[in-house]
């Protein structure tokens, strides 16, 4: 009798599994985990195995953990929740290909910075001659007077398609993106798209390199291969972002700029408000700006009110931004794959004020406090910083839209080596061991 129950029990359980929630990318690795063991090696970009054979550089565990089992018991079971917010690939399976071959390229350069020049002129000759390609610019890359003066570039400039910051809508005619510089280029790239980012080669030729993993040196081998479609790629979530403010002066728009000289970003006008919206790589950044008075703002997550932060501002980021100034403010540092936003105080006025992380798919909302002695002033990515007045508010969520950044080995390794090159990250002389003599006593 026992036994007929056990059966029974097991047959329940069998049909409630097959019925709960199935993650193809998890049953997959465990089918194949069991003809291959242990982590497979580091590759650089150059030793990437082709398109077709992907299962040879599979991880045999999900970065993101196994499909959690959704049956408890023998009657209890997860409710089945047809509204999915996210559904994430296991980021080890995270390859770039082409539907078609990409023609046109953006090159972002650092603005003055003369060491930038030669490397600036040798990408875009290789590129537009070898290459066949059609170069994007931003016009006022070409107004250096060491570009526009050297007549021996004189044929390839006139190749050159050129755009206008906040004038001209190229997201449409981009198939790919090379930055030159430090990690601010890589930040100043995402903001020039904000629906759909195409995938983005940055080279480390700035200062700090975070986000930077190439180096130049044989930047046509790793061209090449990018442009062949063999690449692993690491999804930088953004932070969709809505301001809401109240109409308190009259003011009329012109090809994007307002007559007080604010920049108007994907502006719309209701009845006594102006909404402006942001895609935001790194941060979210609310400060009492030049008051002496301590900020005091109250954030909401899913419209509760969960706290209101009184001190110099709280930083709101993603994964990305965690190494930025939310590492500065005293936050953990998080891998750019875990689906998560960040919300840290700068000098909060509170011992007990700690970081912490929420899920991607909340919605935070950020107001100044019914109270509030001052004002607040709100920047993104370090841009387009504006006042935050009574009334005014700003709605914080992921992004749809992610920033595909190309990976010069895999999005773990890479991460690990910017840790410890950039930030020395866990750096300590080592302890010495015990001798023969000092262990005896």
Known sequence: MEM???????????????????????????????????RAKSRSLSASPALGSTKEFRRTRSLHGPCPVTTFGPKACMLQNPKTIMHIQDPASQRLTWNKPPKSILVIKKIRDA???????????????????????????????????????????????TFREDYDDISNQIDFIICLGGDGTLLYASSLFQGSVPPVMAFHLGSLGFLTPFNFENFQSQVTQVIEGNAALVLRSRLKVK?????????????????????????????????????????????R?????LSNVDVFLDGHL??????????????????????????????????????????????????????????????????????????????KRQEICHGDSISITTSCYPLPSICFRDPVSDWFESLAECLHWNVRKKQNNFTVEEEEF
């Open 289 to 293: 700006g030049p008051s002496s008075y």
């Open 4 to 38: 007929n129950r056990e059966k029974l029990c097991t047959s329940k359980t069998d049909v409630s599994s097959e019925s709960a929630y199935h993650c193809s990318a998890c049953h997959d690795d465990e089918e194949w985990s069991s003809t291959s063991r242990g």
């Open 243 to 287: 301001v809401v403010k109240e109409n308190r002066e009259k003011t009329t728009i012109q090809n994007g700029i307002e007559e007080n000289g604010v920049v108007s970003t994907n502006i719309e006008k209701e009845v006594g408000k102006q909404i402006m919206q942001y895609q935001v790589l790194n941060e979210v950044v609310v400060d």
């Open 306 to 383: 969960i706290t209101t932060v009184q001190g110099d501002g709280v930083i709101v980021s993603t994964p990305t931004g965690s190494t930025a100034y939310a590492a500065a403010a005293g936050a953990s540092m998080i891998h750019p794959n875990v689906p998560a936003i960040m919300i840290t105080p700068i000098c909060p006025h509170s011992l007990s004020f700690r970081p912490i992380v929420v899920p991607a798919g909340v919605e935070l909302k950020i107001m100044l406090s019914p109270d509030a002695r001052n004002t607040a002033w709100v920047s993104f990515d370090g841009r």
């Open 115 to 161: 060491s930038l020049l030669q490397p600036f002129k040798e990408l875009c000759v290789y590129l537009t001659e070898e290459n066949n390609m059609i170069v994007y610019v931003e016009k006022k890359v070409l107004e250096d007077p060491a570009i526009a003066n050297d007549d021996n570039f004189g044929p390839v400039k006139k190749k050159f398609c």
